[in-house]
């Protein structure tokens, strides 16, 4: 499941030359070689703005200076994984530091929004890796479906489906499902 962290630093260094190129979002490493994701359609987006703008209205009562927030990449070396998911819990502060990327401990929950290119990835390899990592809680929103999953308990040995229009439970907080759309 892991690999040397010389060659994960290596896959990093090439990962961070990589040049941009329209069309490809976030560059990942998983399972020693270097991912290049597409760029998330806008229904995709909309489902993490959505899932954001509730979650960090209750987090200033449950966890204050927590936010939920996309676009940061999260990184374990010594599993040897650079993961960018598409939304996170974790303390505000650790964004004004120079790191490259946040580190699991500091995570509370991830979410992922499925893709339509390779939802495997999001129901295996991220469960996988979001579980080994010791992030307490994945939750996964297939649009395609319009279904999901709560993944929780050490190991994700408890996992809750729900359909879009449910209101459920991740934590300490409390979705409303109702808001997310699925792919046309």
Do not use: C
Not at 89 to 97: K, S
Not at 119 to 138: F, L
Not at 147 to 153: N, R, S, Y
Request: aromatic share 6%; proline share 8%; hydrophobic share 40%.
């Amino acid at each position: 499941m892991s690999i040397d962290p010389a060659v994960f630093a290596r896959l990093r260094e090439i990962a961070d030359q990589l040049p941009r190129i329209p069309g490809i979002g976030k560059i990942e490493i998983a399972d020693g070689e270097i991912v290049m994701r597409m760029s998330p359609v806008r229904r995709r987006e909309l489902a993490v703005i959505r899932l954001a703008r509730q979650l960090n209205t209750q987090l200033a009562q449950t966890h204050p200076g927590y936010i939920a927030h996309g676009g940061a990449d999260l990184e374990d070396v010594g599993l040897g994984r650079l993961r960018n998911p598409d939304l996170m819990v974790f303390p505000e502060a650790n964004l004004d530091d120079d790191k490259p990327a946040l580190l699991p401990h500091e995570i509370l929950l991830v979410v992922e929004i499925v893709s339509k290119s390779n939802p495997e990835n999001d129901y295996h390899g991220k469960v996988r890796d979001y579980s080994a990592m010791g992030i307490p809680m994945y939750l996964l929103v297939d649009p395609r479906k319009g279904t999901g999953i709560i993944h929780d308990e050490p190991g994700y040995t408890r996992r809750k489906e729900f359909a879009f229009g449910d209101i459920v439970t991740v934590g300490p907080w409390t979705l409303d499902t109702g808001v997310l759309r699925t792919y046309a």
